[in-house]
């Protein structure tokens, strides 16, 4: 059941100057360096939180309908689901309404069900049949992603810029950054 990312984030969550001064580092040397440890910090709080943090297209495919009729978005906050499509009996690629499935925003993970009274379209049984397009995030700002989230990442790109002469030497992640980002953290129960 992959996940894959569509359309990546704008802008990324910490901007390059706040973690220039989180990292006491002056003159600009090391920008790109710092630019890269922002990404994989931000990549690695929204693997490990299931949250995508800056407004961001997704598509998540499966094998076809749950049985028990829900569908669990394996990244959260939903903005909004933007097409559902499976290919039916005969293979033929279709596109389910909106008013044929309710999204359930609220809830972690969020949810799409079969709309009230109805059932979802038999499907080919085949790899990949149901694919939801969907944007998931905070919104499209810095400033709209929660500071724990973003505390959490600076303390990592701290680590990892004081690790980064270590050759292959596996860097431990601070249980302070893992401490941040857990009451944000859900487990999508495939």
């Given amino acids: 059941m ?16 706040e973690a220039k001064d989180h990292l006491r580092v002056d003159g600009n040397a090391d920008d790109l360096l710092v630019d890269a440890l922002i990404r994989a910090a931000r990549e690695h709080c929204e693997q490990y939180t299931g949250r995508s943090l800056i407004s961001t297209r997704w598509r998540y495919t499966l094998d ?77 700002t810095a400033e709209s992603v929660p500071f724990a989230l973003k505390a959490g990442m600076l303390l990592l790109v701290g680590q990892l810029y004081e690790s980064r002469g270590e050759g292959a ?13 857990e009451p944000f953290r859900y487990q999508v129960m495939l």
């Fill in 2 to 17: 992959p996940l894959k990312q569509i359309t990546p984030p704008e802008i990324e969550p910490i901007k390059r100057d």
């Fill in 64 to 140: 076809g309908f749950p049985c028990d009729g829900t569908i669990r978005l394996p990244m959260s906050p939903l903005i909004a689901v933007q097409s559902m499509t499976y290919d039916d009996a005969d293979g033929d690629s279709q596109t389910l309404d909106a008013s044929a499935y309710r999204v359930d925003d609220a809830s972690e993970p969020p949810r799409v069900r079969a709309a009230y009274d109805t059932s979802w379209p038999s499907t080919r049984d085949h790899m990949n049949s149901v694919t939801v397009l969907f944007d998931a995030g905070y919104g499209i």
């Fill in 169 to 181: 030497k596996r860097v431990e992640i601070p249980l302070a950054v893992m401490s941040l980002w």
